[in-house]
């Protein structure tokens, strides 16, 4: 946007006083911009959250990270409101790869975008004609070095703060209340504002009109490489780093202009990194506790009085300060008592992983990447349809804890809002709240565990393999292996990579029954083969007590995805061949599991009529074993069946059974093939 030479200080006045142009802080502005977006409610861990949808927007947007993007939206509201919050900076502590980089970038491209609408945007001030002033050499235009906004100037129009106050007010005819609003975010110019305008002021012999020719309103740039509005610092070695990065320093280009040494423009506040976002912008420090001590003791001087300060000149400044550290170096800086200062003055959220393996689809596929893949020899590559499940699944649990109350599995299908069996979400709830009493942060709830890059680097582990680039295929069962590497090669603790270890078996072993599910389908040359088959048990145990059963057990029922009447046989046998699958002998074991299935789907069909039941593996896994049993007199002999190929019979179905999954279940030849191969073999049987 060019500058408008005619948008003089009176224009830009009288569009804040109609509400054209906003005037407000960078607590305010990013507040709005959070708020004035649809806010939800949402269950996480059992627990009801509020869920801001700015944040789920784009092409790659967060996923999960509830609880800290409440606590950051809290954080800049009661700072926006004039709390505690407006003098302390957002430190997002957690282990590495686990999104809080990307969240602060995120939150930063938002507020880009937000203030690149022009009802938003941001203007600063120039002062024009200096060289007609003396003492300024060949210096004709100087803008604000900090981008102060020209509301800061009108309220500092006057040597005296009640005398600027009496002229807006007769000026633009305020009334009080307008006037205390202006004046909530006042704040004096900064140290070489305030000198150039005083020289103006000597220069126009006090005449406010001859003044303000010398003032010309500009926008702030919002280029992202020059680092206005939203920049980062990130944490440089001992040598390289220093306070001069920051806050800027003295230019010697500037010294030979200038006539007097005592004029506060000889510093040159743009070379730092804060000078560039003080006008309502957000400073992201990446890893500050990495810095050394004399650098994190200016940021506390900034982050408590929000003025940048040199040998003695002050230029305010107003900036969200937003940074990030790894929980090693966090727990460095905290062990150095004689640097507690600077951690009162942050407010610390601790950063969990992800631990819903629903959620971890999402964030797997963008480890994955949306781009075409091709082998090394240029072919295209193929994803196994599992390969997505079973990374977020081997993931996921290496950072669920373990716990007495809970197995491992169960853990993981509460986290994600599933069932588990007799096992409540009330329990996961009493789980997190006893772990998230632990001092030491790394054994609370989510916070250890493989990160996104331990899972990129386990897909790009897959992709250079010699079996993936030759099949040209990403089965899915080789990122185990990849995992495996992964975790020996990358993982320090001896404890956490036997843990690791354990829950890629654990891993594993779901994968596996995944697999019959999909063999089961592939058989009955249908995709959703077993859902139906899981609800017909559903459906058979409500209609087995209805009052309207004829001597035909025949049940007429409304479907709820359809609402259409429906017939079903009632079979005994197969209700109870499920049932012992599952292992309830007795009749009371049997009513038990029905009445939970029972309860279960009131629950659930009344908020989400598509609910299938398929998140209950062991129930899915029952019905399985049967229908394979009863279908070709057990699993085994399909396998035997695929495995000894000789007799054309074995070899139709096996063609067959390739057809469907190339057809219908999203496989190649390469993956369907491994796949058949996998089931064939007695592997990570639970």
Request: glycine letters at 6%; aromatic letters at 8%.
């Amino acid at each position: 946007m060019a500058a408008n030479k005619n948008i003089t200080l009176h224009h830009h006045l009288t569009a804040v006083k109609k509400g054209e142009r906003v005037f407000e802080n960078a607590f305010q502005s990013v507040s709005r911009m959070v708020l004035q977006g649809v806010i939800q409610k949402v269950l996480v861990n059992g627990k009801t959250t509020f869920d801001f949808t700015v944040f789920r927007e784009g092409k790659k947007h967060i996923i999960g990270m509830y609880d800290e993007i409440n606590s950051f939206v809290s954080f800049v509201k009661d700072a926006a409101e004039g709390g505690s919050s407006k003098e302390m900076a957002f430190v997002l502590v957690g282990e590495p790869g686990n999104g809080k980089t990307f969240l602060v970038e995120y939150v930063c491209s938002l507020y880009r975008n937000f203030l690149a609408l022009p009802e938003n945007r941001k203007y600063t001030f120039r002062f024009t004609g200096l060289d007609q002033i003396d003492g300024y050499g060949n210096i004709k235009v100087v803008e604000s070095q900090t981008y102060e906004d020209p509301m800061i100037l009108a309220m500092n129009l006057h040597e005296g703060m009640e005398e600027s106050q009496n002229y807006l007010a007769r000026r633009y005819r305020l009334e009080d209340a307008q006037m205390e609003r202006w004046y909530e975010n006042y704040r004096p110019l900064g140290a070489c504002s305030a000198y150039i305008w005083n020289d103006i002021r000597n220069h126009a012999d006090g005449k406010l009109d001859d003044m303000l020719k010398h003032i010309e309103i500009v926008p702030v740039p919002l280029t992202e490489s020059l680092g206005t509005v939203t920049g980062k610092y990130p944490a440089k070695d001992k040598i390289t780093s220093s306070a001069v990065d920051l806050l800027g320093e003295e230019s010697i280009q500037r010294l030979l202009h200038i006539t007097d040494t005592n004029n506060p423009y000889r510093f040159d506040l743009r070379r730092g990194a804060l000078a560039r976002v003080a006008g309502g912008g957000i400073h992201f420090s990446d890893e500050i506790y990495k810095n050394k001590k004399d650098l994190v003791q200016v940021y506390l001087g900034i982050i408590q009085n929000r003025t940048i300060e040199i040998d003695g000149y002050k230029w305010p400044i107003d900036t969200l300060i937003i940074a990030t550290s790894n929980n090693s170096e966090f727990n460095r800086f905290l062990s150095e008592k004689e640097e507690a200062p600077i951690v009162d003055r942050c407010r610390i959220c601790y950063v969990a992983h992800n631990t819903n393996y629903k959620l971890q689809h999402d964030l797997t596929a963008y480890a994955v990447g949306n781009e075409a893949k091709s082998t090394l020899t240029g072919e295209a590559m193929h994803q196994d349809p599992n390969l997505n499940y079973a990374a977020s699944i081997a993931v996921v649990l290496s950072r669920l804890p373990r716990s007495e109350k809970l197995t491992t599995i169960e853990t993981m299908k509460l986290a994600s809002g599933e069932v588990a069996g007799e096992k409540s979400i009330k329990t996961l709830s009493e789980v997190i709240d006893t772990l998230n009493q632990e001092p030491d942060i790394t054994k609370r709830f989510g916070q250890k565990g493989l990160g996104q890059r331990n899972l990129g680097r386990s897909i790009q582990l897959l992709l250079e393999s010699s079996e993936t680039n030759e099949g040209s295929c990403m089965f899915a069962y080789d990122i185990f292996h990849a995992l495996e590497r992964v975790i020996l090669d990358y993982v320090s603790e001896a404890n956490d990579r036997t843990k690791f270890l354990d829950d890629l078996k654990i891993a594993k072993g779901l994968y596996r029954e995944r697999i019959m599910t999909e063999m089961f389908n592939a058989y009955m040359d249908e995709p959703l083969a077993i859902r139906k088959d899981v609800m017909h048990y559903v459906n058979m145990i409500i209609g087995i007590d209805a009052e309207n059963l004829g001597p035909d057990k025949m049940w007429k029922y409304k479907n709820p995805q359809t609402g259409e009447l429906q017939a079903l046989k009632i079979d005994e046998r197969y209700i109870d061949s499920v049932e012992d699958r599952l292992g309830l002998k007795t009749r009371e074991q049997k009513e038990t599991f029905r009445t939970s299935i029972r309860k279960i789907y009131g629950q659930k069909i009344s908020v989400d009529p598509n609910y299938d039941f398929m998140d209950n593996l062991e129930l899915v896994k029952a019905v399985t074993d049967v229908r394979l049993k009863s279908d070709i007199a057990g699993a085994g002999s399909l396998i035997g069946a695929l495995a000894n190929r000789t007799n054309e019979e074995n070899q139709k179905l096996y063609d067959r059974m390739i057809d469907t999954m190339l057809g219908k279940l999203n496989y190649c030849q390469t993956c369907a093939q491994k796949t058949i191969e996998y089931f064939c073999t007695q592997e990570d049987e639970n």
